[in-house]
């Protein structure tokens, strides 16, 4: 064994399993949740962690007793309420791009 393959984990961390376009497919056809809801709830700045965005979706479906729509409202809210997402303050504020 050389050094370099000692000194790397032999698992990698879940820490940095960040939601991506494809993991959003995934969520909409586990959860039915529209991909404008995910997408604003999950992808910001820095995008949200995996496992907290299936959290976030189960606890969505429960609090909506099962309708999608009322889901995807309630993700946004509580991404709005809380700053993650699309609705991050970074991106809220940053100066506008002119073409």
């Known amino acids: ?4 393959s000692l000194a790397q984990p032999r698992y990698p961390s ?3 399993h960040r939601c991506d376009v494809p993991f959003l497919g995934l969520l909409e056809e586990d959860f039915g949740i529209d991909t404008y809801s995910l997408t604003k709830a999950f992808l910001g ?3 949200a962690p995996k ?3 299936i959290q976030l979706c189960e606890w969505a479906i429960r609090s909506a007793k099962g309708d999608a729509e ?3 409202d309630a ?6 309420k809380n700053g993650c997402g699309q609705y991050d303050r970074r991106l809220l504020e ?3 791009v002119r073409s």
Do not use: C, I, N, Y
């Open 14 to 16: 879940t820490r940095h």
């Open 45 to 47: 700045v820095s995008p």
């Open 75 to 80: 993700l946004r809210a509580w991404a709005r």
């Open 51 to 53: 496992k907290a965005a």
């Open 70 to 72: 009322k889901a995807g």
């Open 1 to 4: 064994m050389t050094e370099q």
């Open 94 to 96: 940053a100066p506008a």
